[in-house]
DNA sequence: TTTTATTTTTAGATTTGTCTAAATTAATTT
DNA sequence: AAATTAATTTAGACAAATCTAAAAATAAAA
């Protein structure tokens, strides 16, 4: 089962992710920028992932994850989401502080491993940044979540997760205190450069749109 | 601080591990073995820990390993010990389990992950297979241990280790009942190949010399 | 002390994942 | 529809860790 290299796992992962945030094929150079490489390497990875059937691929016509690829990328999800909570829950590691471990640790747990860390975690759905933890056949909990630079003004959104989980980004979260459960409402949108003013609790302050666009919400109160 | 490669992680590992067997330098064909390796390999490694300062090596004259190379050694060590201690009493796995994943484990783990893994677990002094867990500076507790072979018939010893941590070899002992804290007593050394009769409470029964040769104690009571 | 045997090292090839630069295909613009 | 621009793929090279086979050095035996 553990046939497939840590590269090769990564690129599933960056595939599956990027998947799942347009509806078309994903096309060569994005997947270069998330993997922060060459087009001409992610070009001979696909060839590779193709021949294994873990992807559709034809040259010049961009990619699509098969069902099988799919699943590995959901058990190495699975695995990471598993480790965060771990990492945040037990060794009471910050939630911006995790995702770079877990980014390690999901390459070397085998599947035993992961089946008894997740009972001894009793069976979380959902890691430390709000993304469902997907199960040992590769469902996972859809939630339909927006971007909260979506939202309109004058609304109520509560945060289900991040868009982005680079350490940088959740410490500038922390910030303000906007985390996975807190309720956030949109007082006011500015044309010129779609930054918001929103207000949680009795505090009120500005988000720009890069900010805004990597947190995501549910309406509050319904679903 | 994570400078190296897994695979001279390895080899450090090893080499540590040689060191501590024999008084002299160690050779290269020594080391191709416990690597399951070829010489020309490794002569290939050595060249490249010495180029770090980790080992002394003299072209045909063999390896010392140095204190900076100790160090690195230790740590990794460290982890993969504390991790079997996390395997075994967290999660339950059997103590002839957890090698293996133990191995993968001690890469991928930071020195802050381990600090807080060690004081989750309550600061453990041995692993589940009886070998001392070296502190965060490196420091190990000398168990002053010897092989069971070489104890005498009608003497006593208990159980402090083995000395090989395969699971082939621990489910064999595990048969017996043989691990660390038992108490076993030497009825008889049989001449002709070195194998011996012992008694653990009221069983009695046969080891073949390759197995006492790998059942590590102490002499009863004393020390 | 030669000769023989063993150990160690070098030389050259292979695999994986990467790169740059050049060539090819697709998409846009005029 | 032709020309230009952008995206993608190929070609060739490189670094890490490995291999086999041959050469060199050391150790053992005659």
């Given amino acids: 089962m553990q046939q497939h290299t840590e590269t090769e796992e990564n690129y ?3 595939i599956y992710h990027l998947s799942n945030l347009s509806i078309s094929s994903i096309n060569t150079s994005s997947i270069a920028t998330s993997m922060s490489t060459s087009s001409a390497s992610v070009t001979d990875m696909l060839k590779k992932l193709a021949e294994k059937e873990l992807i559709n691929y034809e040259k010049y016509k961009g990619v699509k994850i098969t069902r ?5 990328a959901l058990n190495i999800i699975r695995k990471h989401r598993l480790w965060e909570v771990f990492l945040t829950k037990v060794l009471n590691f910050d939630w911006d ?5 877990a980014e390690e640790l999901e390459h070397v747990s085998s599947d ?3 089946k008894r860390l997740e009972a ?3 069976f979380p759905k959902f890691d430390p940044h709000g993304d469902p933890i997907p199960d040992q056949t590769g469902k996972v909990e859809i939630n339909n979540q927006m971007s909260l630079s979506k939202g309109d003004s004058g609304s109520r959104y509560t945060i289900t997760g991040v868009g982005e989980h680079s350490s940088a980004f959740l410490k500038h979260l922390a ?3 906007l985390k996975p459960g807190i309720t956030v409402s949109i007082a006011e949108i500015m044309e010129f450069d779609k930054s918001m003013l929103v207000k949680v609790n009795k505090d ?4 720009s749109y890069d900010v ?3 947190i995501l919400v549910k309406t509050h109160g319904a679903i």
Same sequence: chains 1, 2.
């Avoid at 009120?204 to 988000?207: A, D, N, P, S």
């Fill in 212 to 214: 805004s666009k990597n």
């Fill in 112 to 114: 035993e491993l992961i």
């Fill in 120 to 122: 001894y975690l009793d």
């Fill in 68 to 72: 099988k690829g799919e699943k590995v």
């Fill in 175 to 177: 910030k303000y205190g």
């Fill in 204 to 207: 009120k302050f500005h988000l």
């Fill in 97 to 101: 502080e995790v995702h770079m471990m």
């Fill in 12 to 14: 599933l992962k960056a």
